[in-house]
C-alpha cells in the first residue's frame, strides 16, 4: 500500500539567479476556525499507470496472500484510488488569500502560485518575486486538486460526503452533520441535533416544558431567569427562549438549536400582555449549533421595565410553527 506525504518545502532556494528581487516568505498560517480540520485521509483518483512488470508483480502477490490490497484502504471503492495524508493541507490553498485553490491555479516564472481572484486582485505581480503572474497556468497542481477527494469534517457525526477539495469549506458551512451541544446547563453532550434531541429527552427532560407546534402555549419566566428550553413533544425539537434584561426592560427572542443552515425553519410569534397594552414579536428562530447563556441576542422583543415589573413571573404567549421550505435553486 502506498503512503504519500505531501509537505511544504521549508526553503526554495532553487530559484536561480534571474529572480530579481527575491524576498523571504513568511510562512502563512491559515487563522479561521476549521483550519487544520481539513488534515486526514485524501484520496487520489484515476489511473495509477503502474508499469506492466510491476502490475503482474502486485496482481501475483494478490493472488498468493488472497486479498485485494485496495480492500485494506479506508473508503477505497477498488477503483484504482489511492489514500493520502496530507501532512500540511495548506499546499492545497492560495498562498495570498488562503481559500482553498480550484482550478485554474496560476504560476509565476519562479514557480509562486496564485488562485485566478488573486491575479487580478495583486495586478498580475507575483508578490513574492514580482514577475508577471496571471499567464502561466500550473497545469500539474490543477491535476493535483481534481484528483483529490476528500471526506467532510463531520464524517463521524454520519455525513457521508466525498468532495472534491475546493467545495470543502462550502459543504461544510452548510453541512447538516454538524455537531450541536446540548443546551443543558454544564452538560458537555455533542452531536447531530437528532442525537442531541434524543439525549434531551432521555436526561434533562424535566428541565424543559413541552410544547406542540402550532398552538399557543402560556410560558412563565422568572427575572432572573436568562432563558427557558422548549422541547417539541412530536419531534424532540429543541428551542431556547433567550431572556436578557437592562434598566428599559427585558429583551427576549426564540432560537432552535440545529445545525446553521438546516433547511427547515421555524417561526414563531412572542406575546406579552399586561391586559392593556400587549407586546408582539413575529420571527424566524435562528438555528444554532453551539448555543450559550452568553449567545448575543438577535431580533429581539423588548418588554418595558413597568410591564415586567407588573407580573412575576413574567407570562409569555410562545407559538411556534413549520415554515414552508422554499428551495432556491440548490440541488436538495
Ligand atoms: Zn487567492
Ligand atoms: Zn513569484
Ligand atoms: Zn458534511
Ligand atoms: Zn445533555
Ligand atoms: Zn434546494
Redesign the pocket.
Known sequence: MARFSVGREEDDNDEGPSNPTRRPEPKRRRTTAGTFSCSGNFRLSGDRRLPVRESEVARENRAISGEDPDQNLEGSRGNGSISVMLSDPDVLD??????H?SVPVFQCENGHI?????CT?IANKCPSCCWPIGYNRCRALEKVLESVKVSCVNKMYGCKEILSYSKKTDHENACIYVPCFCPSHGCDFLGTSTNVYAHFRDKHASSAEHIFFNAVHPIHIEKDQSYKILQMRTEGILFIINHASDRVGSAFNIICVGPARQKRRFSYKLVVTDGESSFKLESVAESMPNWSESSPLKKFLVVPRDVVNSSAPLKLNVFIEEKEYVCNGCRC
Open positions: 492560495c498562498p495570498i488569500c488562503l481559500e485553490l496564485a488562485c485566478a481572484s488573486c486582485k
